[in-house]
């Protein structure tokens, strides 16, 4: 298929076939176009997300090989369970979004730079006002140590970023959600770009095409997600299903 750089249109024209992506720089599908609730719906059911600095144009991405968590391929490592035993920590999902974001935002801002523009933040809030952004929010008393958020309008939970005040925080939350996916017929969780880190969770990698079968597959199977209510997860660790 021909690869070439899309500009976008209005909402109602839609995005161009992911395989038409660049290879260089890789998986730069298109640009412009806005941060809408229906151009994000339509963006994540496509398997294409989002990505770019203050400065830049809009860019949306499909790269070529893609990231993704399998719910019984976590991997939950002796460190992990010590730490969920030794923190004595809380996990509360939908209670403090827009804390969750931020920190996100402010974590990578203060390294190595951050892709959540003021844009992104405020478009991500108003996903999560109207039940398409979610968040998973770890606690140490009444203060928020870890969390990450996403996209989840299928069986599929579209990972955007994640962030930690105190150490193995983070891989908490991600442990918190899984388990939450298993126990309400999650499919598998979108990580968009492997890095190490990740890959110390058990996401593996695949390529395009394959990403997009698993995805359009997991778009036609019904899903309640009435399970994101705000509240506090009861068991984390354990999949049971929700009341």
């Known amino acids: 298929m021909t690869q070439y ?11 161009p076939d992911p395989n038409t992506a660049l290879t260089q720089p890789d998986g730069l599908l298109a640009i412009g176009g ?7 719906q339509q963006a994540y059911q496509q398997g294409i997300f989002p990505w770019y600095s203050e400065g830049e144009p809009l860019m949306w991405w499909s ?8 719910l019984d391929e976590f991997h939950v490592s002796r460190s992990l369970k010590k ?31 951050t892709w959540i523009t003021d844009a992104m933040e405020q478009a991500y809030i108003h996903a999560h006002e109207n039940g398409l952004a979610h968040s998973v929010e770890v606690w140490q008393g009444d203060s928020l140590v870890g969390g990450l958020y996403g996209i989840m309008q299928s069986r599929v939970f579209c990972g955007e970023s994640m962030f930690f005040r105190v150490p193995e925080c983070s891989k908490l939350a991600m442990w918190a959600l899984v388990e939450l996916l298993k126990a309400n017929n999650g499919a598998f969780i979108d990580c968009q770009l492997m890095n190490p880190y990740l890959a110390q969770l058990g996401a593996k990698a695949l390529s395009r095409q394959q990403f997009l ?31």
């Open 5 to 15: 750089l899309h500009y976008l249109g209005s909402v109602a024209d839609g995005f």
């Open 83 to 113: 730490a969920a035993r030794r923190l004595n920590t809380r996990v509360t999902i939908n209670t403090c979004f827009t804390d969750v974001i931020h920190a996100c935002k402010m974590q990578r801002q203060d390294t190595e730079g």
């Open 63 to 70: 790269p070529s090989e893609r990231a993704i968590i399998e």
């Open 34 to 40: 806005c941060l809408s609730l229906a151009r994000l």
């Open 213 to 243: 079968t698993k995805l359009k597959e997991s778009n036609h199977q019904s899903i309640d997600l009435s399970f994101w209510q705000a509240r506090q997860l009861e068991t984390p660790y354990d999949a049971t299903p929700s009341d």
